[in-house]
């Protein structure tokens, strides 16, 4: 059955790092473009980063853009969200999916998310 599992969450200050991993079981991440996306109290759902499955193109959501990276390794079939310069904005639950593409929202699979929360 195929899964997804992040870890990573936790509380940090602002101006902190995080790193999440999304770790994939029973089908391989590489055949699939992976997203994190976020979702905090009363808000809607949002994409924060993507990474194709093949030739390695990344999205960032523009209030991520020079805080966070998104990055695969393929030989431990884990995404990673690398996340620097935290803001207590960023505070939300993060969730990755398995899609057909990055925007396509044919996803496979779903984590069961990660807490952050930026805090001093």
């Known amino acids: 059955q195929a899964q997804l599992v992040e870890s990573g969450g936790g509380l940090v200050q602002p101006g902190g790092s995080l790193r999440l991993s999304c770790a994939a079981s029973?089908?391989?991440?590489?055949?699939?473009?992976i997203g994190w996306f976020r979702q905090a109290p009363g808000k809607e759902r949002e994409l924060v980063s993507c990474?194709?499955?093949?030739?390695?193109?990344?999205y960032y959501a523009d209030f991520v853009k020079g805080r966070f990276t998104i990055s695969r390794d393929h030989a431990k079939n884990t995404v990673y969200l690398q996340m620097n310069s935290l803001k207590p904005d960023d505070t939300a639950v993060y969730y990755c999916?398995?899609?057909?593409?990055?925007?396509?929202?044919?996803?496979?699979?779903w984590g069961q998310g990660a807490q952050v929360t930026v805090s001093s």
């Open positions: 999916a398995a899609d057909h593409g990055c925007g396509l929202e044919l996803f496979v699979s």
């Open positions: 029973g089908f391989t991440l590489d055949d699939y473009a």
């Open positions: 990474i194709s499955s093949s030739d390695g193109y990344t």
